[in-house]
T-cell receptor
Framework: GAVVSQHPSWVICKSGTSVKIECRSLDFQATTMFWYRQFPKQSLMLMATSNEGSKATYEQGVEKDKFLINHASLTLSTLTVTSAHPEDSSFYIC???????????????FGEGSWLTVV | SQQGEEDPQALSIQEGENATMNCSYKTSINNLQWYRQNSGRGLVHLILIRSNEREKHSGRLRVTLDTSKKSSSLLITASRAADTASYFCAPIKGGSEKLVFGKGTKLTVNP
């Protein structure tokens, strides 16, 4: 079953508003989570690495003030798209690393993704 | 971080046939993970193979790893239409390395 939950699955917002997407690890603690963006028929583009208790590490070309990431607990990271514009419309996916020992150790699980449409 | 390069980029087969896709990478790894993505959905973790393993099975999936050639293969046996998806590999060196993806293999299984 799903071990990483992402919410909402889809959201429509007006241009200029902000929208928050949540990523939760359900049965493990995730000190590290990753946020991706995916355009139609393209691969996933890593936006940032979210670290619990510290600032996120952004990839080159990703605006920190535009895409705010907060990793306040070991099971929750949020991505806030601020002052959204139509070009921000995309599919956003999060993932979380499971550090537990055993066969599942170091597996990275993904959420179901969130479709954002800015009108 | 490094990304895997999947090959072929597209594969079309008939239901019941086997599908093989390959992944190449450039530097040493701790493990390699395979994922499936259905259109418009998130990625589903399929299998993790560690650097000291050569082959691993999970249901109809068989994954091999050749660290000397820096390559891995994913075999799906007796394919079904529901296997139609994009498949991605992720070579992981370890630690807090970030996960970067290539273009994937788009598999189409025709009924």
């Amino acid at each position: 079953g799903a071990v990483v939950s992402q919410h909402p699955s889809w959201v429509i917002c007006k241009s200029g508003t902000s929208v928050k997407i949540e990523c939760r690890s359900l049965d493990f603690q995730a000190t590290t989570m990753f946020w991706y963006r995916q355009f139609p028929k393209q691969s996933l583009m890593l936006m940032a690495t979210s670290n619990e208790g510290s600032k996120a590490t952004y990839e080159q070309g990703v605006e920190k003030d535009k895409f705010l990431i907060n990793h306040a607990s070991l099971t929750l990271s949020t991505l806030t798209v601020t002052s959204a514009h139509p070009e921000d419309s995309s599919f956003y996916i999060c993932s979380a690393r499971d550090w537990r020992r055993g066969p599942e150790g170091n597996t990275i699980y993904f959420g179901e993704g969130s479709w954002l449409t800015v009108v | 971080s490094q990304q895997g390069e999947e090959d072929p980029q597209a594969l079309s087969i008939q239901e019941g046939e086997n599908a093989t896709m390959n992944c190449s990478y450039k530097t040493s790894i701790n493990n390699l993970q395979w994922y499936r993505q259905n259109s418009g959905r998130g990625l589903v973790h399929l299998i993790l193979i560690r650097s000291n393993e050569r082959e691993k099975h999970s249901g109809r999936l068989r994954v091999t790893l050749d660290t000397s050639k820096k390559s891995s293969s994913l075999l799906i046996t007796a394919s079904r239409a529901a296997d139609t998806a994009s498949y991605f590999c992720a070579p992981i060196k370890g630690g807090s390395e970030k996960l970067v993806f290539g273009k994937g293999t788009k598999l189409t299984v025709n009924p």
